[in-house]
């Protein structure tokens, strides 16, 4: 969970360094393409933004831009997620850690280990405040068992769902002071996204 929050947040910041693309392979529900296209006057997002069926109708989709954020349904078993780490530069898994076990998250992922698929990292997003533990459990869980974590995490904040409300980034909602921190936290993911593919 935090698929399409994490997309739609990561290509508003990689739209600061490069000309980005967003793409929504939802296309049931259209979360990515619905937040981003809601508010007409709105001209904080810098990207631009395609339905999946559309970007592959043309000749060379995705040409001419420096980052392509596919948004995925989710849901995707082992195979999948071979094939969109393969065409991908970096494959990332958002997850919200909810208090059970990562067992199950394991053994989605544990093929990819052994595919010798290493461009892949799971994001945890929506991590609850301390004293909760559930996303350094998470952490430690998946990190004992070899799978790659990016080193921040995106917390909770009702910021979030506010922003994809209003049709706005989060970044721009104002009088909550939880937007600009959870804006940061993906800022340094992006960070950490750029370390890894360039
Ligand atoms: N960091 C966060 N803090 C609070 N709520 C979040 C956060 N990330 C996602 N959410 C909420 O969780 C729900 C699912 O998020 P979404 O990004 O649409 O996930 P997915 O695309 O994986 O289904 C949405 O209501 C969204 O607003
Ligand atoms: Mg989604």
Not at 41 to 50: C, I, K, L, S
Not at 64 to 74: A, V
Not at 119 to 130: G, S, W
Not at 144 to 150: Q, S, V
Request: glycine share 10%; net charge negative.
């Amino acid at each position: 969970m935090g698929k399409s929050t994490s997309a739609v947040t990561l290509a508003a910041h990689f739209a600061g360094r490069g000309r980005a693309l967003l793409v929504d392979a939802d296309e049931r529900l259209r979360s990515a393409w619905n937040w981003t296209t809601k508010k007409e006057d709105y001209a904080g997002w810098g990207f631009e933004v395609q339905l999946y069926s559309a970007f592959m109708e043309q000749k060379n989709p995705g040409e001419g831009y420096d980052f392509i954020i596919l948004d995925t349904k989710g849901g995707e078993g082992a195979g999948e997620l071979v094939a969109l780490a393969r065409n991908s530069s970096l494959l990332i898994i958002p997850t919200k850690p909810d208090g059970v076990s990562a067992d199950g998250l394991v053994a989605t992922l544990q093929p990819l280990l052994e595919k010798g698929v290493t461009n892949y990292r799971v994001l945890l997003t929506d991590v609850p405040p301390a004293p909760n533990a559930d996303g350094l459990d998470m952490r430690l869980e998946l990190d004992t068992a070899g799978i790659p974590l990016f080193g921040h995490s995106i917390r909770h904040a009702v910021a979030v769902s506010k922003a994809a409300r209003e049709g706005i980034c989060v970044r721009d909602v104002r009088g909550d002071r939880y937007a600009k921190l959870v804006w940061m936290d993906y800022e340094l993911v992006s960070r950490e996204v750029l370390n890894h593919v360039k």
